[in-house]
């Protein structure tokens, strides 16, 4: 077992080490199911798809990857953690998908743009200047450009340690991990008013956001059946988008667009 997990010389939070336990606890299990599910519902609603070539930030098993891919787009996966990249390569053999191992700080030598899209899921929480690496990520978009990004939901990290009782870390506002050893709490869980000012600071508007996870982290016990797991999803979908439930998913899911039009006959 690992004891202890370093952080990167830039203080991030890296995952080499634990393919395995992204694998099994996370999207082996419910909370992983319903995020994937979630994706599957909304990224075709909340992006423009035109086949564009996709750059895949801190892509880690490969399963957003696998999702562009098998609709057609040629991606780009970037991830720094070596063991990821392995069993995301093994993972996507025979899809249109190259693979870099680099952090996001990389990104501009790595895989320079502009790409007309870039999508980066819970990446920026586990960083230690995530306004920096926004402001990378802004940078490697073309003109009229699209960012889906996915960052991990402070304020519902404070419900949810004011439900498991933790009253006085939640008055002290405490609800960054530390980076060590396998606990996966962020250590730098985002609110939507740091995305708001950050997207106005690079010139990206918001397009559109949606909460992940808005109920089902809440449940007392989770469902029981097929048709309990398939009325969950449903009611998730059916708020996801809605005032006040979105604000409190435990991840944020944005369309971010850099203003300007792509040149004509590119794709957008």
């Not at 073309?142 to 009782?165: E, I, T």
């Not at 048709?227 to 009611?235: E, F, I, P, S, T």
Request: aromatic residues 8%; glycine residues 10%.
């Amino acid at each position: 077992m690992i004891d202890s997990t370093p952080l990167s010389p830039a203080g991030d939070r890296h995952f080499d080490g634990l393919a395995e336990k992204f694998a099994g606890s996370l999207y082996g299990g419910p909370r992983g199911a319903l995020r994937l599910a979630m994706l599957d519902a909304l990224l075709p609603e909340m992006l423009e798809l035109d086949g564009q070539p996709l750059l895949d930030v801190g892509g880690g098993l490969g399963q957003l990857s696998a999702w562009f891919a098998q609709r057609g787009h040629a991606v780009t996966l970037l991830e720094p953690a070596g063991d990821m990249l392995d069993q995301a390569r093994q993972t996507l053999d025979g899809l249109p998908v190259s693979f870099v191992q680099a952090p996001l700080q990389a990104l501009p030598e790595r895989a320079a743009g502009p790409w007309p899209l870039v999508a980066c899921h819970a990446v920026l929480e586990w960083l230690s200047d995530p306004r920096a690496a926004f402001a990378t990520l802004a940078e490697s978009l073309a003109p009229g450009g699209q960012l889906s990004l996915m960052a991990f939901n402070r304020d519902a990290l404070r419900f949810s340690n004011v439900v498991k009782g933790n009253l006085q870390k939640a008055l002290d506002d405490r609800l960054e991990g530390t980076g060590k050893r396998q606990r996966l709490t962020p250590i730098s869980p985002l609110c939507h008013e740091q995305i708001a000012t950050w997207s106005r600071e690079c010139g990206l508007s918001i397009r559109s956001v949606a909460g992940i996870r808005i109920f089902h982290d809440y449940l007392r016990h989770p469902p029981a059946s097929e048709a309990d797991w398939q009325r969950l999803v449903a009611l998730e979908h059916r708020y996801c988008q809605e005032e006040p439930h979105w604000r409190l998913g435990r991840y944020l899911l944005y369309t971010l667009v850099r203003e300007g039009r792509a040149p004509e006959g590119e794709a957008r």
